[in-house]
Nanobody, 125 residues
Framework: QVQLVDSGGGLVQAGGSLRLSCIAS????????MGWFRQAPGAEREFVAA????????DYADYVKGRFTIYKASAVNTGYQTINSLQPEDTDVYSC??????????????????WGQGTQVTVSS
């Protein structure tokens, strides 16, 4: 089992930046791919970005390229996502998720085994 705690959300003005964190505990050696998703009320989760723990591969949704950066800390259990130039349409609950496998379909929520509780990002205009 892996437990995830994601944090770093908050209320920011348009144009601002945030860094979201995802800290894993438990059997952290069991995970290989970390993804970030976001979800608006009443909507399905939407893929944002993913990274392999080796750091050798990153994937981004087309709509976030150039503004979102996913990366990992040197510590085995922590991943981050930096979001720049935030816009009101980025307002969502952001959640990290991990899989013990090297994923080829990182956009699919069903590929991930463990999820964080989510952190709210609210962008004011």
């Amino acid at each position: 089992q892996v437990q995830l705690v994601d944090s770093g959300g908050g209320l920011v003005q348009a144009g601002g930046s945030l860094r979201l964190s995802c800290i894993a505990s438990g059997r952290t050696g069991d995970w290989y791919t970390m993804g970030w998703f976001r979800q608006a009320p009443g909507a399905e989760r939407e893929f944002v970005a993913a990274i392999t723990w080796s750091g050798g591969r990153t994937d981004y949704a087309d709509y976030v390229k150039g503004r979102f950066t996913i990366y990992k800390a040197s510590a085995v259990n922590t991943g981050y996502q930096t979001i720049n130039s935030l816009q009101p349409e980025d307002t969502d609950v952001y959640s990290c998720a991990v899989s013990p496998r090297y994923l080829t379909r990182v956009q699919r929520t069903g590929e991930y085994d463990w999820w964080g509780q989510g952190t709210q990002v609210t962008v004011s205009s």
